[in-house]
């Protein structure tokens, strides 16, 4: 097997912000691996958040060790069985590669990923549409236009000095899109005080469920959060590996995966085994990334109770095409492999 390496800078529509940062742009690394002229994909994204700038992700993608294997079959299996990559290796790493061996084994065998997964039929999904940090009358006017293009649920993002702005914006939102569903995410900003006096307050606006409302690091508090709340918590930042899920199954509402933080899709089908029947449901998160960052998960989508598979849709530019996601769903291609292209190509 051959493998290389292509850095793409992803810029955003507009910039997003969030309760602990500002985005407007990040890089991508993208991973080829081929193999009798057959060519798999991959993508990692670079995160201050997470610690990854582009050179580390193209160093540590570049180390993994795939021309050892004879076929990307074998590579697979051994990805699969934690023996490619070493126990330090970031998520994100894992992630991409597995994302390009599952293409590349589906190519060959002429296979949507979805179906090497045991998923009979192609999923479909409604997915949330985020809204970051803006005015009332800014997040009111997007909320109206992305009813209109046919999305059923918004994300609204909180955790600003003042509440009462946040709630204005919720209101706002709220009464722009009175059918939609509402979830709420202020990405850890809120103490367990803060957080008890507020979510009443958005119960009675009609939101879903609220992400990560404590900061991380204390999944104890969240758990004793989510016992009292008046509407369901998902964890996030919290539930990153097979054991925080373990930990917080059946004790929080929710738990979000995001594959480029718990290392693939593999390592998600394990969370969502973990959690199966404990009454904790699963959220599909995703990174502010292309197309081939998020096809992966759209492959999972029907496990999901929630889906928020968006983070395509805020670029200004998406190289790669294929999960749809405009009028508010994404779709698993019936193609063999993650069934993206080249937006160039396509």
């Not at 597995?98 to 990923?113: I, Y």
């Not at 192609?122 to 997040?139: E, K, L, S, W």
């Not at 928020?308 to 996601?325: E, N, Q, S, V």
């Not at 063999?336 to 937006?343: D, E």
Request: charged share 20%.
């Amino acid at each position: 097997m051959k493998t290389r390496l292509h850095t793409a800078r992803l810029a955003l529509a507009e910039p997003l912000r969030i309760s602990r940062s500002t985005m407007a742009a990040r890089d991508a690394v993208w991973l080829t691996v081929e193999h009798d002229g057959t060519a798999g994909h991959g993508e990692a994204v670079s995160s201050t958040y997470l610690g990854l700038d582009t050179d580390t992700l193209r160093r540590l993608l570049g180390a993994v060790p795939l021309t050892r294997f004879a076929t990307p079959e074998s590579a697979l299996e051994a990805l699969k069985a934690g023996e490619l990559t070493p126990p330090d290796t970031p998520a994100a790493v894992t992630a991409a590669v597995e994302s390009a061996l599952l293409d590349l084994v589906g190519r060959r065998a002429g296979l949507p990923v979805h179906r090497l997964l045991g998923a009979p039929e192609a999923p479909v999904a409604a997915t949330a549409r985020t809204i970051g940090i803006t005015t009332p009358a800014r997040a009111a006017a997007e909320a109206r236009r992305l009813v209109a293009r046919g999305f059923e649920t918004v994300k609204v993002k909180a955790g600003t000095a003042d509440p009462e702005d946040d709630l204005a914006r919720v209101r706002a939102v709220r009464d722009a899109a009175p059918g939609a569903r509402l979830l709420l995410d202020p990405n850890g900003a809120w103490s367990p005080a803060l957080a008890t006096a507020l979510l009443p307050r958005y119960a009675a606006l009609g939101v879903e469920a609220v992400e990560q409302p404590l900061a991380p690091g204390d999944p104890e508090a969240l758990c004793a959060l989510a016992e009292r709340s008046p509407l369901p918590v998902i964890a996030d930042e919290d539930a990153v590996t097979l054991d925080d899920a373990r930990r917080l199954a059946g004790r929080v509402h929710g738990v979000n995966v995001k594959l480029a933080q718990c290392g693939g899709v593999h390592a998600a089908l394990r969370i969502a085994e973990a959690i199966e029947g404990s009454g904790t449901r699963l959220m599909l998160g995703c990174l502010t990334a292309s197309t081939l960052s998020l096809a992966p998960a759209v492959h999972l989508a029907d496990r999901a109770h929630w889906t928020d598979l968006d983070g395509h849709l805020l670029l200004a530019r998406d190289p790669w095409t294929g999960i749809g996601g405009e009028n508010g769903h994404v779709r698993a291609s019936g193609r063999p492999g993650l069934g993206v292209t080249r937006a160039d190509l396509a």
